[in-house]
């Protein structure tokens, strides 16, 4: 009986190293052990032998179930870890300092952000900032733009309930609705009405509007807003502050060229178009890329600076389209959809 005892635990030791799964693993070992396996059957024997024999025999297939039950044990233990290291994968040392740690990068619209700001800054304008949730009466009504007026429409937008509580954002009356602001233009109110002239302030920042979301549209988009008060500011202060912001960022073949236009806090007001020789896009014809004008007396008014005495022009531009137009981007949902494809490609 040991010789056959004997043999199966060495044909086990033998065979069992080249099981890999557990599955294949229980239906090894359950041709062994199992109720019908060949171990299970060998001490079933133990009944037929003579009974002095049988203390031996006993004491016999008990040592080597232990044996067997050993390497049971570690072949269960070896299919786990080999199991767990296939689902981690190799094995890491954290502590080891990465070769190739990669750099983040800003995203491309903050790259475009600062640098037209930091041109901006150059020539004597600073950043002033206001809320992104608003009340008419910063975003329309002070803007020269009442309830009914047309421009209001094209920019209606997403309202807040009545009562939802802002603290933190003033009201000029009680019952005002609160709601997204549609542009940067709030923040020219909103500092007006905090400081004396002379002013020259740029307010970049989030806007939202109503948009059905398209190739070159978004619910949720980005602009900067410049505002010069001062005494005796022309349309050619304006057209030359631009001229200098644009060749800054493109170079200096830039061109832009004023359309008339209507926007209802400026008096005239203009669409400003745009060209420059070494970009595809807008290299051959000219684009449209912002609204510019010089401030309505009827806005200086409203927060109380006399118009016999002051006089300022305003512009807001779109951070999303002149970012298209530089590097080529072709969609704005890019933009917002954090790809580290696209990304990765504005180091
Ligand atoms: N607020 C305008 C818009 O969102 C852009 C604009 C036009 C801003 C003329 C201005 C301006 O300051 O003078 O379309």
Redesign the pocket.
């Known amino acids: 009986m040991e010789e056959e005892l004997k043999s199966i635990l060495e044909a086990v030791e033998n065979e069992i190293q080249s099981i890999g799964a557990a599955a294949e693993f229980e239906q090894y070992k359950a041709r062994i052990s199992g109720p019908n396996g060949s171990f299970t059957a060998l001490s079933k024997q133990i009944s037929k032998l003579p009974v002095e024999e049988r203390p031996i025999a006993g004491k016999l297939i008990n040592q080597y179930k232990q044996r067997l039950q050993a390497l049971w044990d570690a072949a269960t233990k070896r299919l786990e870890t080999l199991a767990l290291a296939q689902k981690i994968g190799a094995p890491v040392d954290p502590t080891l300092f990465s070769t190739e740690a990669p750099y983040g990068s800003r995203h491309l619209l903050t790259q475009v952000r600062e640098e037209i700001v930091h041109t901006l800054r150059k020539i004597g304008f600073v950043v002033a900032d206001g809320p992104e949730v608003e009340t008419e009466y910063y975003c329309f009504d002070a803007l020269n733009t009442p309830k009914d007026h047309p421009a209001r429409d094209l920019q209606d937008t997403y309202y807040l309930k009545q009562q939802e509580p802002f603290g933190n954002v003033s009201r000029k009356e009680d019952d005002e609705r609160y709601l997204l602001r549609t542009?940067t233009?709030s923040v020219q109110i909103r500092t007006m009405l905090e400081e004396e002239p002379p002013i020259r302030i740029i307010a970049p920042g989030r806007c939202f509007r109503r948009d059905t979301a398209d190739a070159t549209h978004s619910a949720n988009f980005h602009?900067i807003?410049a505002l010069y008060v001062d005494k005796g500011v022309t349309v050619r202060d304006l057209k030359a502050d631009l001229d200098y912001l644009f060749r800054s960022l493109l170079g200096p073949d830039a061109k832009t060229r004023f359309r008339p236009h209507y926007?209802s806090?400026?008096e005239p007001?203009f669409e400003v178009d745009l060209k420059a020789q070494h970009l595809g896009k807008v290299g051959s014809e000219w684009m449209e890329i912002m609204?510019?004008?010089m401030v309505d007396p009827a806005v200086f008014e409203e927060v109380g600076y006399d118009p016999n005495v002051w006089t300022g022009y305003?512009?807001?531009l779109g951070i999303e389209r002149i970012a298209m137009s530089l590097y080529g981007v072709d969609d704005i949902r890019y933009l917002f959809q954090n790809d580290v494809r696209l990304l990765s490609q504005f180091k």
């Open positions: 542009h233009s602009q807003e926007f806090y400026t007001s609204g510019c004008g305003a512009f807001g």
